[in-house]
């Protein structure tokens, strides 16, 4: 594997010094000097990083994100009157615009509140979801460039410019977050409605 980050350290050395012996204030002095970390990021960490850029510093998981979510949009929901049973659709786009619908007219309002940023608890755990998504799919084009790039040297940044490709196109991505009887489903969503998985349709030649 290819280590993103190198880490060297040197060995603290101790020195000890004294003042002249007829000295009142004369005691024996220690001076430790502090390890040093060198880090040098590979083409992978750089790529991983511009890869990120922008993105929200959230909790990875994103999961956790969409289980928040189920909660606000509930409250949402019993705030304006709108059934447990209705099915709630919320896209959003990778400006972070959010569309809502639903077979209940109070479904504009809660777009309206998810634009607006009153509802910024369910906007965060949303785009917070989103990210999440858009990460791992990243995490994996990774993973199988750096295990191509330990075969094969030679074309480590034509690979790394395929991370970069693939990191685009799920930045480039919409949320599809469907909401029904507290459960809900979410998906990133690329050009032709292709939903992108974290591996799903990923290649690298060899």
């Not at 929200?56 to 606000?72: I, R, S, W, Y």
């Not at 007219?105 to 509140?113: F, G, S, V, Y």
């Amino acid at each position: 594997m290819i280590h993103s980050v190198q880490q060297s350290q040197t060995v603290a050395n101790l020195y000890q010094t004294r003042l002249p012996t007829d000295s009142p204030a004369a005691e024996p002095t220690k001076v430790k000097a502090e390890p040093q970390d060198k880090v040098d990021i590979s083409p992978a960490g750089k790529v991983m990083t511009e890869s990120l850029e922008g993105l929200a510093p959230l909790t990875l998981d994103p999961a956790v994100h969409f289980a928040n979510a189920d909660k606000e949009l509930k409250k949402l929901m019993d705030r304006y009157g709108v059934p447990e049973g209705t099915e709630i659709d919320i896209t959003s786009d990778s400006r972070g615009n959010f569309k809502v619908e639903g077979d209940h007219p109070m479904l504009k309002q809660i777009e309206e509140d998810l634009n607006s940023g009153e509802a910024g608890d369910l906007r965060n755990s949303l785009i917070g979801g989103q990210t999440g998504l858009i990460i791992q799919r990243i995490g994996m084009a990774m993973e199988m460039a750096m295990n191509a790039a330990d075969k094969n040297p030679s074309k480590t940044e034509q690979y790394y410019d395929w991370v970069l490709n693939v990191a685009s196109e799920a930045k480039g991505g919409s949320l599809s977050y469907t909401y029904l009887n507290g459960e809900s489903t979410a998906d990133l969503v690329g050009k032709n409605n292709r939903v992108i998985t974290a591996d799903a349709g990923l290649k690298l030649n060899v």
